[in-house]
């Protein structure tokens, strides 16, 4: 079952902040976030690790409630290179390191 | 250096016939996925080997068949294409042990007519 994202559509101004939730129903050991720009392949942000901290890279941060089975991505005050469809991976830890993606939350920023 | 490239980025063939994909990594990782992205962007793994030895096969049709000659290499043939193949399919690697990130290649766009 895939985790399901909210919402799947935002559009923002530049320097608006912005939150993209992921819920799993399946207990999860890890959740992955990767951000796809429009024809490129999805590119890695961070991996939050069960009983582990909430994590950031430049303005973009994320925390892992992992009893509720939730995740969230935190955007800070956007720009418009943050615009892409965003991803949440979730790996159940027993699968031989299977990510289950959400389907994705499309992001545009504009100026 | 691209780390993980795949060949061809676009193929445009038609129903029935055969292809193959072809993916390569120089980040020395050891563990290769195959991951098919459809129209709705929906990304969903379909296989995944580790060193060489398949590890996740997901209900996948048979018509698909991964091969991995070297940890370096993993190559993905279809038969009998189909139009529901119309997708997009990324080749992506990682190394186990680690955090598990995974490096995707540049994606292989197959449209089926």
């Known amino acids: 079952q895939q985790p399901v994202q909210s919402p799947q559509a935002v559009i923002l101004r530049e320097g608006e902040d912005a939150v993209i939730n992921c819920s799993s129903s399946?207990?999860?050991?890890?959740v992955h976030w990767y951000r796809q720009k429009h024809g490129e392949a999805p590119v890695f942000l961070m991996i939050l690790l069960k009983g582990g901290e909430q994590k950031g890279h430049e303005k973009i941060s994320a925390s892992f409630n992992e009893k509720k089975q939730q995740s969230s991505l935190y955007l800070t005050a956007s720009q418009l290179s943050y615009s892409g469809t965003y991803f949440c991976g979730g790996d159940p830890g027993d699968q031989g390191g299977k990510l289950i993606f959400g389907q994705g939350t499309e992001l545009s920023v504009k100026p | 250096d691209t780390a993980v490239s795949q060949t061809p980025k676009y193929l445009v063939t038609q129903m029935g016939n055969d292809k193959s994909i072809k993916c390569e990594q120089n980040l020395g990782h050891d563990t290769m996925y195959w991951y098919k992205q459809d129209s709705k962007k929906f990304l969903k793994i379909m296989f995944s080997?580790?060193?060489?030895?398949?590890?996740i096969n997901e209900t996948v049709p048979n018509r698909f068949s991964p091969k991995s000659p070297d940890k370096a290499h993993l190559n993905l043939h279809i038969n009998s294409l189909e139009l529901g193949d119309s997708a997009v399919y990324f080749c992506?690697?990682?190394?186990?042990?680690?955090?598990?990130?995974?490096?995707f290649g540049e994606g292989s766009r197959l449209t089926v007519l």
């Open positions: 992506a690697s990682s190394l186990s042990g680690s955090t598990g990130e995974l490096f």
């Open positions: 080997y580790n060193n060489k030895e398949l590890i």
């Open positions: 399946k207990a999860l050991y890890s």
